[in-house]
């Protein structure tokens, strides 16, 4: 690719209300984004045994009947929609209602059943593989593969310290799987290590965004608010541009202003 796909991920940072939901996708639109990213779980399914971690969990939960709307939404503003679903009854939801842009999460990636439901299926999916070693992604890999895959490095820390970021994991995924693109889920709070990744060969990326970083909920403090999230972009657009041509040469300009011995002529 000689371009960058940039995901807006929303998350539960629209605090379960639809009007804010289209709000923030409004703003990645403007700032830039090629796409937003929504999760999809039920706290009764990620906490089964734990009351007062599903009591929490419920608060940041997507109503389904939503998808449709901003599924519509997104067509009108021109952006690509996502989801992360987590949980086998979700993946199905997504699946029924024909979304064709997935994101696994990490936490979900040893979730056979739910990949296989993906399994050949011509969707495509982003795999993030923050909590997992090299065995689970190659696992998951073997699933998804027929599939339009793109593979992300992430470290799953919110946020995420420079020395835990290991971009030099993207190395190693270029080697060990040829056949997919590379992407970088970034969790960090500066912009340096997406431009790094960039340089290493990623060009999917994904940032969190919110209105507010003081705003209340797990994923708000950490978030780029709209003028960084533009930066954000910015940078990768031309840092994109500024890798170039792998042909070392002398370039027009330099031909024509450049100061070195030679045979020129007159005419």
């Known amino acids: 690719m000689n371009k960058v796909f940039i995901i807006a991920e929303i998350g539960s940072n629209h605090d379960q209300s639809l009007k804010k939901a289209k709000k923030l996708m409004k703003i990645a639109k403007e700032c830039g984004a090629d796409a937003v990213k929504f999760q999809l779980f039920k706290g009764t399914e990620m906490y089964p045994q734990d009351q007062k971690l599903q009591n929490v969990i419920k608060k940041f939960e997507l109503n389904p009947k939503w998808i449709d709307i901003l599924n519509l939404y997104a067509k009108k503003i021109k952006i690509k929609v996502m989801y992360s679903a987590f949980d086998l009854n979700s ?16 936490s979900e990636v040893v979730k056979f059943k739910m ?4 399994k050949n299926k011509n969707q495509n999916i ?14 998951a890999y073997e699933i998804l593969k027929n599939n339009n895959l793109v593979i992300m490095q992430c470290s799953s820390l919110y946020p995420c310290t420079d020395e835990n970021v290991n971009l030099n994991v993207i190395k190693l995924y270029k080697k060990k799987f040829k056949n997919v693109e590379i992407g ?10 997406a431009l790094v990744a960039l340089g290493l060969g990623a060009r999917y990326f994904e940032k969190h965004i919110t ?9 708000h403090f950490y978030a780029y608010e709209p003028r960084e999230f533009a930066g954000y972009v910015k940078k990768l657009r031309s840092g994109i541009v500024s890798l170039g041509s792998n042909n070392k040469e002398i370039l027009p300009l330099e031909r024509k202003n450049g100061r070195r011995l030679g045979i020129y002529s007159k005419i």
Do not use: R, W
């Open 91 to 106: 993946q199905k939801i997504l699946l029924n209602k024909k979304i064709k842009y997935h994101k696994i999460a990490s």
């Open 184 to 193: 970088f889920s970034d969790h960090t709070l500066t912009d340096t290590a």
């Open 126 to 139: 982003f795999l993030s593989t923050g909590m997992c070693d090299l065995d689970d992604v190659i696992k």
């Open 211 to 219: 209105e507010n970083k003081k705003l209340k909920g797990p994923d």
């Open 115 to 118: 990949l296989n439901l993906l």
